[in-house]
């Protein structure tokens, strides 16, 4: 389990094709992977890999064909920038919402816009963004997972949802998070992880099965 407050960024470093899937290897600096042991888990963008591979500042992760089908990690190319958090200690504190690192699936930035008449104070802090993001199709198999007020995790990061609509929601990113993971690199158009807050998947479920 995580909690979706990213803990470093890491670089994918390499990639290589085993059999149907891959193994993706990732430079991660910062003391991000002290207490990390082989077999743990660890989330990138959002997404649980399991460490294969771990060295002061690296780890690998093997990939299997769906996970790379069905998350942006299929198009990770050496060189990219992603969000990392290890696996959440039992009593540690939750700070995010519970998140399981399983991707519903991938949306895509439709806006990304400061909020006020531009990217800086007038001290020139970076101040917070409003961020959009239309849902798969088809989307209504995950707008009514989502509620305004609700949770939902975007690359890893748990986010408040401040507005939905049928085919899309939109969050406000504060700028810690926006200096500390990688969604101030955000563009129309990028491809983003998502996953659905785990009660109200649960709750859907068991509403479907006593029906």
Known sequence: ?????????GTVAGRTARGDGARLEVGAGGGLLVGVALGDSIAVNGCCLTVAEIGPERFAADCSRETLALTTLGGLAPGTRVNLEPALALGALLGGHLVAGHVDGVGEVAAF??????????AGATVGRTLTVRLPEPSQELARF????????????????????????????????LAHSVSEGYRAGTRVNLEVDLVARYLARLLEAAR
């Open 146 to 177: 989502i509620a305004k007020k609700g949770s939902i995790t975007v690359d890893g990061v748990s986010l408040t949802v401040n507005a939905v609509a049928a085919d899309r929601f939109s969050c406000a990113i504060v700028p810690h998070t």
């Open 113 to 122: 816009e400061a909020d006020g008449a531009g990217a800086t104070d007038g």
């Open 1 to 9: 389990m995580f909690t979706g407050l990213v803990r470093g960024i």
